[in-house]
């Protein structure tokens, strides 16, 4: 596996890699993170299709996702530990 591209965010940390023929994007939020596998064959321009497919609209529900996987954390600690 190795990193092919990084993409500069204010909030994440998103990192592109191949390994498989498949490119999977990593994207990280302080200790949550959250991947995407997608097969070279379904892209017809190889990673700048990826970067196609980042756009506003899926990062916007990549920051509500990691707002639920953060409650979903906090809710699980607190449980555990009171």
Do not use: C, W
Request: glycine residues 2%; negative net charge; charged residues 30%.
């Amino acid at each position: 596996m190795r990193i092919i591209a990084e993409l500069p965010h204010p909030e994440f940390k998103i990192s592109i890699l191949n390994m498989n023929q498949k490119f999977i994007v990593k994207i990280e939020q302080g200790p949550l993170e959250q991947s995407y596998k997608i097969p070279e064959m379904d892209l017809t321009d190889g990673v700048n299709s990826v970067f196609e497919v980042l756009d506003e609209q899926f990062l916007k529900t990549v920051a509500a996702r990691f707002a639920e996987m953060r409650k979903d954390y906090k809710d699980a600690y607190f449980r555990y530990n009171y």
